[in-house]
C-alpha cells in the first residue's frame, strides 16, 4: 500500500502556527475516526520503524502498530493517514493541537514529558537503551575506559541528557557534538568528524548494518546507559480513546503468548482458553465503544506481537535483530498484559 503524505516529495510537516484545539472529550477521538473512516497517525522516519521508499510506500514496526489499531476500530488495517511530525519539543505540541490522532515515533516515555505537555503515554511497545559505536582499528576497550573522545549526538533529546548524565557520573573526557537530525549526526560520525556515535542502540544496529562486517572499522559497544522505553502517546482529555490503544497493543502481546496469531485467529473462537475466548467477544472492554470483534480484526489484519516484531526487526527482515527484552515475561523478557477480563 501507498500512503503518498509520507513519501520524500509528498511529505506533511504539521503546521505549528495552527490555532489550538481544545481538548478532546471521552469518546471525542473514536467518533472522528470512524466518521472519517480511518486513523491518523504522526510518524517521524526511523530505519526500521517507520521508512518510505522512493514512491512513498510505508512500512515498519511502528506502521504495523498503527495499521492494528485502524483495523480494530474501524475494521481495516490499511484505513490509515500518515502524517510526517516535526522535530521535538514541536513534536508534542503537534499532537497536543490533535494534528494527528496518535503518536508512533520512537519517543522514550519519561516523566518530564509526561508532566510538561498536555498529552499521555499509552504503554511501551519497544524496550531500547542508549548505545554507542565507534570507530576502531582495534577490539575497543570497553565504554567507561574511553576517554579524550568526540560523540555526535542529536539533540535536544532524552539521548542527549543521558549522555551528559554520564560524562558527569564518570568523569569521561568527552565532548558532544550536537545536531538536529540523527541523519545529520550520522553522516558526521561516517565522515569520522565523531569518535563516537550514540542514540538507542535498535537504531544504531540498523543504521549501521550496511557498515560493519568483517574489516570494518566501526564497531558497536556492548554497554547500555539508560531505558529508553519507546512508547505511542496521544493528546491528552479523552482517556477512552487512551485505553482503547492500551487495550489494542495489549492485545497483540496477549495473542503471542496465547499462541494465537493472524493465520490461526478466526478458528479459536470455541476454544478452551477463556482469554482467547474473550478476544471474540466485547468482554470488559464493551465500555470502550468497540464491536465484538475489534480483536479478531486487529491480528488477523496486523498479527500479535511477535508477528509485527518479526517481519520488521527480526528474523524476517534485513536486520535479524534479537528479541532482548522484548520477549515476553514467559520468556524472561518485559512484554506483560493485564488479564482479558
Not at 565504554?143 to 558527569?168: A, H
Not at 475466548?277 to 465500555?287: E, I, K, N, Q
Request: aromatic fraction near 10%.
Amino acid at each position: 500500500m501507498k500512503w503518498a503524505r509520507f513519501g520524500k516529495a509528498a511529505a506533511v510537516l504539521v503546521c505549528l502556527l495552527a490555532p489550538a484545539v481544545s481538548g478532546a472529550a471521552d469518546g471525542d477521538v473514536l467518533k472522528m475516526v470512524r466518521t472519517r473512516g480511518y486513523v491518523t497517525c504522526g510518524f517521524r522516519p526511523t530505519v526500521g520503524f517507520t521508512h518510505s521508499d522512493d514512491e512513498g510506500r510505508l512500512s515498519g514496526f511502528l506502521v504495523d502498530f498503527c495499521r492494528v489499531l485502524a483495523a480494530a476500530t474501524v475494521g481495516d488495517a490499511n484505513a490509515i493517514r500518515a502524517e510526517r511530525l516535526p522535530d521535538k519539543p514541536q513534536e508534542f505540541v503537534a499532537v497536543e493541537h490533535h494534528a494527528v490522532d496518535i503518536a508512533f515515533s520512537t519517543t522514550t516515555w519519561s516523566i518530564s514529558r509526561d508532566v510538561s505537555y498536555d498529552i499521555a503515554f499509552t504503554t511501551p511497545v519497544f524496550y531500547d537503551g542508549e548505545a554507542f559505536a565507534i570507530w576502531s582499528e582495534q577490539p575497543p576497550a570497553p565504554l567507561r575506559e574511553q576517554n579524550d573522545k568526540t560523540v555526535c549526538v542529536k539533540s535536544p533529546t532524552t539521548t542527549e541528557r543521558s549522555v551528559e548524565d554520564f560524562i558527569q557520573q564518570t568523569g569521561r573526557h568527552w565532548s558532544l557534538r550536537h545536531f538536529k537530525t540523527y541523519e545529520e549526526a550520522l553522516q558526521a560520525f561516517l565522515g569520522k568528524e565523531c569518535a563516537m556515535l550514540t542514540t538507542d542502540a535498535s537504531v544504531l544496529a540498523m543504521s549501521l548494518a550496511n557498515y560493519q562486517g568483517v574489516g570494518s572499522s566501526i564497531h558497536l559497544l556492548p554497554e547500555i546507559i539508560s531505558r529508553e522505553p519507546l512508547t505511542p502517546y496521544v493528546a491528552g482529555g479523552d482517556a477512552n480513546w487512551l485505553e482503547i490503544v492500551r487495550t489494542v497493543i495489549f492485545a497483540t502481546i496477549l495473542a503471542e503468548e496465547k499462541g494465537v496469531t493472524s493465520a490461526n485467529v478466526r478458528t479459536l473462537a470455541d476454544s478452551k482458553d477463556d482469554e482467547v475466548r474473550r478476544l471474540w467477544g466485547a468482554g470488559a472492554t464493551s465500555p470502550l465503544g468497540l464491536k465484538p470483534d475489534w480483536a479478531v480484526q486487529a491480528i488477523a489484519q496486523g498479527g500479535n506481537y511477535g508477528e509485527i516484531f518479526d517481519r520488521n526487526l527480526g528474523r524476517g527482515s534485513a536486520y535479524k535483530m534479537p528479541r532482548g527484552l522484548n520477549r515476553l515475561w514467559t520468556e524472561g523478557g518485559l512484554l506483560y498484559s493485564p488479564q482479558l477480563q
